[in-house]
C-alpha cells in the first residue's frame, strides 16, 4: 500500500503541485484581509510593492480561472500569455536589453530562457508559475529590503528641517544651512536640535537615543555642550552654535549612514564573483544536458530540453545574491539601534575577526574627566602656581588643560598676559607670559628642555610638571576614575574569546599599571609618544594570527593615526568630534565602553547568518541541480526550489536586524 501510494505521488507530481497550487493561490485571495497588517501597510505606502502585489494578485487570478477552463491549442497558448506578461513584461524587458547589451547571463534572463521553453513544450501553467514564483520572491526581497531600511530610520530621521535664529526682537525660521558659528537659536520642547552647540539659557530633558542608541533621556543644562540629533522634552533652549551644519554631528552621521553601503565586504565580493563565473557555467552546462544525451544516446531530445530547462530555473543564484549583501546591511543596521556606526560591510566582517583590542587609556577606560588633587609648589605659592598653568593652558582644549583651569577658575583668567602658546603633541605646552617662558607637560618635556625636576611622587595620578624660564617651580598632580563598566566590558570581551588585551598610553607607568591591575589587563605599555604608540600598534599587528585582526579602541583626537592603522579602528565618546568621525572605522556614539563588546557580537552573529546563508543556498542547488539533471524533479520542484531558497535565506538574512545584545 506505501509503495503504491509512492508510486502514485511519483507519477503524479504535475496534478498534485497544481492543485496544491490552485488551493494557495485561491486560500491567498480568500484570506487577504488576514495577511499581516505590517507587511500590508508597507506595501501599500511603497509604491514599488504595491504595484508588484497588485500584478501578482491580478495575474495569479488570471492563471487560476483559466486552469479551470476546456480550451485547447492556439487559444490556450494565447489566453497563458496574458498573465504571463502581466507578472512578467519587466523579466522580458529586462532579457532583451541585456541581450542587446551582449549580456545575457543573469537571472532574468534564465528565468526567461526556461519560460519560453516551457511555452515552446506545451508546459504552459509551469511556464507561468515560474515567472509568478520568481516575482513573488523579488515581492518578498523588496519587502525585505525596506525593512531592513527601517531600521534605521530614526537616524536617517535626524536631519533638522529647519533652525529658529535669534535676531534682536524676533525669531526667525531660517534653513540650518544659513546659521552660522555664533549665532543663537532657539530649540523649543518637541523639536530636533538642528545644530551643534553650547546652552545659553535655559534647561531641559533631551531624548538622545537616535545618536547614542540611549534610551533613557538626560538632563542638560545652561552650559552643557549639545549636538544636533537631540530631541528637545521639555524646556526652552537658547543655543549658542559652536559649529556650522557642514560640520555639524547629524551631517557627519548621515554621511556614515550614507557611505556604509559602499564599502562590501569580502563575503559580497566573493558572491558577485562566484555569480560571475558561476552564470555562464550552469548555461554552458544546460546546453550539453540538452544536447549530449540526445546526441550520443540516440534520447528523445524533448525530455532532455525539459530537464535543461529545469536545471536552468534552479541554477539562478538569487538567494546568494538577495541574501549575503542584505545580512551584512542588517547587521549595520541593528549595531546603528544601538548607538555603534559601522562605515561598512568590511568592517563588520573584520570586527566578527578581531582577537586583539588594544586600548588607549584616558577617555576610553578612564572617564576622561580629571580633577586637581594636589598642588606642589616650589619658590612660588600654590595660587601663583596654579595660576601660571592656567594661563598658559588657557587656550588648549583637552582633559587635563580642562582641570586645571577649572580649578584656578576660567573667569579669573587676565588672558592679556598671555603672549604666545605653542602646544608640543606628546609632551606639554609652552606659553609666554608676561615676558618669561613657562613650560607645562610631562616629565619628557622636562628632560627635553633640560629642566631639573623633582620626579617623585605618591600619588597615583597624572603628574603636569612646570618650569619658568628654565627653573622648575613645582608640579600639578591631576586624578582619573576608571570607568564604572570597565571592568565589565572587559569580562565580556574575553567572553567573546578576545584573551589577548593591551593597553597602550602616555601617562605614567604607576598610573597605566595601576588602571591595568585593577580591570585584569595583563600587557601595558605606558609613558608613550604618538609615534612609539603607532609603532607598538605596528608591532601587534606583524606579530598577529593570520587569521585575526587587531582593534585599536580610542578617543578618535589624540588617536587618530592608530586609529587609521588599525585593522579596526574603534572611536569612543565620538558626538562632536570630527577626528573620531573621519578616523574611526567604527564609531561609539557615546561613552558606554560596554558597546564594544556588543559591537563584536553583533558582528560575529550577522557573519554566523551570511555563512548559513551561503551553505543552505549552494548545499539545497547542488542537491536539487543533481536530481533535476537526471530527470528525478521536475519543473514544479525547480520552482519551489528557487523561490522557497531565495525566500528562506531573505528571512533569515532578516534575523540579522534583531540579534539580542544581552
Known sequence: MIIESYSFICYNVDECCRFGFSYIIIAFLYNIKSIELEIIKMMVMNKKLKIMFLRVTLSAIFLVSIMFLSVDGWTKFFLFLIPYFIIGWDVVYKTIKHLCKFDLLDENSLMFIATVGAFALGEYVEAVVVILLYQIGELFQDYAVDYSRKSISSLMDIRPDYANLKCENNILQVAPEKVNV???????????????????SGSSTLDTSSMTGESVPKFFDKGDEVVSGYVNISGLLEVEVSKAFSESTVVKVLNLIENAKNKKAKSEKFIRRFAKYYTPCVVLAAFLLAVVPALIFNQDVGVWVERALIFLVISCPCALVISIPMSLFGGIGGASKNGILVKGGNYLEMLSKINTVIFDKTGTLTNGKFDVIDINAVNLTESELIELAALAEMHINNP??????????????DESRIKKVTQIDGMGVEAIIDDNIVCLGNSKFMEHNRVIYDSSSDNIGTVVYISLNGKYVGNIVISDEIKVNSKTAIKQLNDEGIEKLVILTGDRKTIAESVAKKLEINNCYSELLPNEKVEKLEQFINNNDRDGRVAFVGDGVNDAPALSLADV??????????????????????????????????????????????????????????????????????????????IIAILNALRALRIKTN
Do not use: C, H
Open 182 to 200: 555664533g549665532d543663537v537659536i532657539v530649540v523649543k520642547p518637541g523639536e530636533k536640535i538642528p545644530l551643534d552647540g553650547i546652552i545659553k
Open 400 to 413: 587635563i588643560a580642562n582641570s586645571i583651569k577649572n580649578k584656578y577658575g576660567v573667569q579669573n583668567v
Open 569 to 646: 579602528g574603534i572611536s569612543m565618546g565620538a558626538i562632536g568630534s570630527q577626528a573620531a568621525m573621519e578616523a574611526a572605522d567604527v564609531v561609539i556614539m557615546d561613552d558606554n565602553i560596554q558597546k564594544i563588546p556588543m559591537a563584536v557580537k553583533i558582528s560575529r552573529k550577522t557573519m554566523n547568518i551570511v555563512r548559513q546563508n551561503i551553505i543552505f543556498s549552494l548545499g539545497v542547488k547542488a542537491v536539487i541541480l543533481s536530481l533535476g539533471a537526471v530527470g528525478i524533479t521536475n519543473m514544479w520542484f525547480a520552482i519551489f526550489a528557487d523561490v522557497g531558497v531565495s
